[in-house]
């Protein structure tokens, strides 16, 4: 019950800061590089744009971003979060990430209703667009 309660205070801060995401569940070693400076991850963690997201043998992490669209990486996995900006009020949508290595689950949020076109995931083999809610992708 307290994790539960120090989760839903993290998220309630997360929703008012710069931050673009937070972490939700960490399994394994998975780290946030940003600027140079790599940090261990653990739930309740937030993440900015232009962070490198890297998980370990048998590690697993799932990310919740501002519009609710919900990111799970697999074990060596290298996701850069390039941009993110959800604001309906000024009607302005990017959300930009490149999968370098890995497994990834992602399931779009309000973003994937309003503004598909804004969406892109680039990997070393070819780029995918929002055209539904959800998909899954390996990039070796």
């Known amino acids: 019950m307290r994790y539960i ?18 972490v939700k569940m960490v399994q ?17 963690s937030l993440l900015d744009a232009n962070s490198t997201i890297i998980t370990k043998n048998n590690a697993l992490v799932t990310i919740i971003f501002k519009d609710a669209s919900v990111l799970n990486l697999g074990e060596n996995s290298l996701i850069n979060l390039n941009s993110f900006v959800f604001s309906p009020q000024t009607d302005e949508y990017d959300f930009k990430l ?17 503004a598909p076109e804004d969406f892109e995931l680039k990997t070393p083999q070819g780029i995918v667009s929002i055209r539904g809610t959800k998909f899954v992708i390996k990039v070796k």
Not at 98 to 114: A, P
Request: glycine residues 12%; negative net charge.
């Open 98 to 114: 490149y999968l370098t290595k890995g497994d990834l689950v992602f399931e779009s949020g309000k973003i994937g209703d309003r």
């Open 5 to 22: 309660f120090l989760f839903f205070i993290n998220f309630l801060i997360y929703l008012q800061a710069d931050e673009i995401a937070v």
């Open 28 to 44: 394994g070693e998975v780290f946030s590089k940003n600027s140079g400076e790599l940090v261990q991850l653990q739930e309740g």
